[in-house]
């Protein structure tokens, strides 16, 4: 039934002292004034200052729900639990609360120009071995190598080659109400999509051109891939790497620079009969 909050959502009380928990050092302490309330704490510019004041019930309730929990100095702080919440109760209106509390959601311009779009960092394996470093400390994954990773993806995404598991967080009115209008020009960019997929694949060769699209496409984790192809543990990153580098020269896209007669890849449009004028 709409309009009724369900019994197992916190207080409004309890959600707003969650909120202000996350500030920078966010904490809460029984007011020396009140002690019937707790004065919610956070640091600014060096300087401790306090952000508000909320019912001591607000506190029992967040700490009997895990959310909070009191140290030995007589604060309260957010629990992992409790910053997970906080995540839900600040996600953006076009995102599922529960998606927002268990992903890792930031707003991007995923392409040169383009509005920010909102992605979800946490369900791309490219996203979690951009964060590793090898053992010299140095990132796992080159900015190119993970560039030609996003750039597979958004194609197999245009490409409509997989059903759409998440939500679709930044449809338009538009694209929701669908129609003629949209329908010809979505299929125009599926067939685009699914061309450059097939050059990408033919250049990078089959074996690995399956790699990238279990990864980058399905997102499927190195470990699964693991698994289904029967190799050893942790070979698979490797493999993705090398395929990654082949997938970014087909781009290409390079770690420097390079002068204009070294470059690769297309450099005119034009037809199968196209003749240059003279």
């Known amino acids: 039934m709409t309009g009724i909050k369900s019994l197992n959502e916190p207080s409004r009380a309890a959600r707003r002292l969650v909120e202000g928990l996350t500030e920078p050092d966010g904490r809460a302490v029984v007011s020396e004034i009140d002690p019937a309330r ?33 140290d030995g100095a007589g604060r309260l702080t957010l629990t992992d639990a409790g910053r997970a919440f906080a995540r839900r109760l600040a996600a953006p209106a076009e995102i599922d609360g529960f998606i927002a509390q268990h992903a890792d959601i930031e707003r991007r311009a995923i392409d040169k120009g383009a509005p920010p779009s909102l992605v979800n960092e946490s369900e791309s394996p ?21 560039e030609a990773g996003e750039r597979f993806r958004r194609d197999i995404e245009q490409a409509q080659l997989r059903q759409r598991v998440t939500a679709n967080w930044d449809a338009s009115a538009s694209a929701r109400r669908g129609g003629p209008a949209t329908a010809t020009p979505l299929a125009d960019v599926a067939l685009d999509a699914r061309r450059r997929i097939a050059r990408a ?10 790699l990238l699209t279990d990864v980058c496409g399905f997102l499927k984790g190195l470990e699964i891939v693991e698994r289904e192809r029967g190799w050893p543990a942790r070979s698979g990153k490797i493999v993705l790497r090398i395929a990654l580098d082949r997938l970014a020269r087909h781009y290409g896209l390079s770690a420097s620079a390079r002068g204009r007669e070294r470059a690769g890849g297309m450099r005119h449009w034009g037809e199968a009969d196209y003749r240059p004028s003279l």
Do not use: C
Request: glycine share 10%; hydrophobic share 50%.
């Open 126 to 146: 490219l996203a979690w071995l951009a964060r590793r470093k090898d053992k010299g400390g140095r990132p796992f994954l080159d900015a190119q190598q993970i």
């Open 201 to 210: 694949n033919a250049s990078v060769g089959p074996d690995l051109a399956g």
């Open 38 to 70: 707790v004065a919610v704490l956070a640091t600014r510019a060096g300087m401790t200052l306090t952000r508000g004041l909320a019912p001591l019930d607000a506190a029992k309730e967040a700490v009997s729900r895990g959310l909070a929990a009191w």
